[in-house]
């Protein structure tokens, strides 16, 4: 079984962390300080395999990592695991990611935080290996996005091109923080007043900027001052 799954750079700041048992939130730090100082005074050229029972204290643990560029992929599991074949994993592991992002880098694992967890998915659940054929996992990964994308497109059809109140379509309540995308809850364009539904900025071009940006066309429009508000 895999316990854990762990990215850091070669600073050892995490960049993907997976864990597949219930443990601390202190325990999981320390453990992803200690594998990294584990695997950095390592040389190149010696086994991708070492002992880390202390880490998970049981006996049987191994670390098997891989090194690439500035990233190190490391997974820790038990001994009913194959050192070899968890090498090979994490090398299609990592040439999905480069497939995906196209030529992967450091960049992409932090910005594209839900897609990088989505193919991991695709690969491993509850810390069994489920999927290693990279074709089948890049085709699962693509058909996730033409599907966002769909939902996406058809959410902002859904209002009528130049409503004065297309948040009152959507069923939005008063006070709903809009932004990229135009769903509530992700980062603001405006803010519908509690009293008259004013924004930030005026409501049809914060609404036109938020078209704009789920058709991925448009950019973000500049917030200005408050408008004041009608008592």
Known sequence: MINAILVFNNHGKPRLVRFYQHLAEEVQQQIIRDTFHLVLKRDDHICNFLECGSLFGGSD??????HYAT??????????ESELGILDLIQVFVET??????????????????KVHHI?????IGGMVLETNMNEIVAQVEAQGKLEKAEVSSDAAAVP??????????????????????????????????RDGTGDIPAQRCWSGVQGAARGSG??????EPRPVKV
């Open 97 to 114: 990611l480069d497939k995906c992002f196209e030529n992967v880098c450091e960049l992409d694992l932090i910005f594209h935080m839900d």
């Open 219 to 224: 950019s973000l429009v500049t917030v200005h």
């Open 61 to 66: 643990y191994k670390l098997i990592y891989r």
């Open 161 to 194: 091109h130049g409503s004065d109140r297309p948040w009152a379509a959507r069923g939005w309540p008063v006070g709903t923080e809009v932004g990229v995308g135009g769903y509530p809850g992700v980062p603001r364009l405006c803010l519908l007043s509690p």
């Open 71 to 80: 990233l190190y992929f490391v997974f820790c599991v038990d001994s009913s």
């Open 120 to 124: 991991l998915q695709e690969m491993v």
